[in-house]
């Protein structure tokens, strides 16, 4: 077990963001609540997923919308931990650990926040080791845990328990309640016992984001080339292979909130080379340049900005924008057939095939 103190927050927010891929919200609102309830309550305590007693009931908690809503709106105080307890009373049972639905954004921040608020431990694991936009798309489903039952809140203090067994059609209900509670509500999902934890989970995230933000702020600080820095570094871990697409300017971007997902599409352009399309949900889904695959879901398309190597979300791309995009091998557990049936291009509309990064030029 280790401690998430105060020093932690702002690496881990940098590392969540650049494996967001685009999605997950923005970081900044959540690292500042985050802090503030790490100053008040004291640090975070988390396990490691092989700690975990077999029995241990553990959550899976964060956010559930359009991460486009909540530049405009900030999350009530109270909200994240509403749907927490109101899944606790439903079950008969506290919590003895949460886990973050997605590494990505500020649902990596959420479960520190939430284990802040309620004094649990969190997990160092996830469901995704990115950003998806739907519930059903985390690895807890595709090998067998169920989202039911789970809560969600609104800032007002609405909550409400659903009970669906099946994760798609939990998603199409859920998103359908959390537009009605302003597009973005907080969730407590996929109750799972300590051994299902560690058998379905993409374990070691949150120590990853930190090791990618401690990786992005060093490179800068020693004016060493953040993106060298970076595949190197994740060459070590289980993501294993990353690459850089393109460095250009953000010359197109067609971008919408559409069923409460933001979604659209983003053209790079350099004049030494053709330019590369991005198409997104919440997340960056597939690279094109010149006609030809380049990266595709569920392995990761990250945009950052060129000069300091600051990963963007979706929602703060800007025409004109420097950027350079790298592309970032998913997990083994995210590459399996079973995984690709959930979360893979087809579960996207997205015609093309899966082909491994490493496999592409």
């Known amino acids: 077990m280790i401690e998430i103190g105060l020093s932690d927050l702002d690496d881990i927010a940098l590392g969540a963001t650049f494996l967001g891929t685009g999605g997950g919200g923005d970081p900044y609102i959540a690292t500042l609540m985050t802090r503030r309830a790490i100053t008040e309550n004291g640090p975070v305590q988390m396990l490691m997923p092989e700690e975990l007693d077999d029995d241990a009931l553990v959550i899976a908690c964060g956010n559930l919308g359009a991460p486009t809503v909540a530049i405009e709106k900030i999350m009530g105080a109270d909200q994240p931990a509403a749907a927490v307890l109101a899944l606790e009373k439903h079950l008969g049972r506290q919590a003895d650990a949460l886990i973050a639905f997605e590494a990505g954004g500020s649902n990596s921040m959420m479960p520190i926040y939430i284990a802040a608020m309620l004094g649990r431990p969190i997990v160092d694991a996830d469901g995704?080791?990115?950003?998806?936009?739907?519930?059903?798309?985390?690895?807890?489903?595709?090998?067998?845990?169920?989202?039911?039952?789970?809560?969600?809140?609104?800032?007002?203090?609405?909550?409400?328990?659903?009970?669906?067994?099946?994760?798609?059609?939990?998603?199409?209900?859920?998103?359908?309640?959390?537009?009605?509670?302003?597009?973005?509500s907080a969730m407590a999902s996929y109750p799972m016992d300590g051994k299902t934890v560690q058998r379905v989970a993409v374990p070691f995230t949150t120590t990853l984001c930190q090791a990618i933000g401690a990786n992005l702020r060093e490179s800068r600080a020693g004016n060493q080339d953040p993106f060298d820095e970076l595949i190197d570094m994740l060459a070590m871990t289980h993501y294993g292979h990353a690459k850089v697409l393109i460095s250009g300017t953000v010359t197109d971007l067609m971008r919408d909130t559409e069923g409460g997902y933001a979604v659209g599409k983003v053209i790079i352009s350099n004049p030494e080379e053709p330019s590369l399309e991005i198409q997104f949900q919440n997340e960056f889904l597939r690279a094109r340049q010149g006609g030809e695959l380049r990266a595709i879901v569920p392995d990761l398309v990250c945009i950052l900005d060129s000069e300091m190597a600051q990963p963007i979300t979706t929602e703060r791309l800007r025409y004109g924008q420097r950027v350079t995009v790298m592309a970032v091998s998913a997990p083994p557990i995210m590459?399996?057939?079973?995984?690709?049936?959930?979360?893979?291009?087809?579960?996207?509309?997205?015609?093309?095939?899966?082909?491994?990064?490493e496999d592409l030029d």
Do not use: C, N, W
């Open 128 to 184: 995704m080791g990115r950003a998806f936009p739907e519930l059903q798309m985390v690895t807890f489903s595709v090998y067998g845990a169920s989202s039911a039952p789970f809560a969600l809140a609104s800032e007002h203090g609405d909550t409400t328990i659903l009970e669906i067994d099946d994760d798609a059609r939990a998603e199409y209900i859920a998103r359908g309640i959390a537009i009605r509670m302003g597009a973005r």
């Open 335 to 357: 590459r399996t057939d079973k995984a690709l049936a959930v979360f893979g291009p087809k579960a996207f509309g997205l015609l093309d095939d899966f082909v491994p990064v």
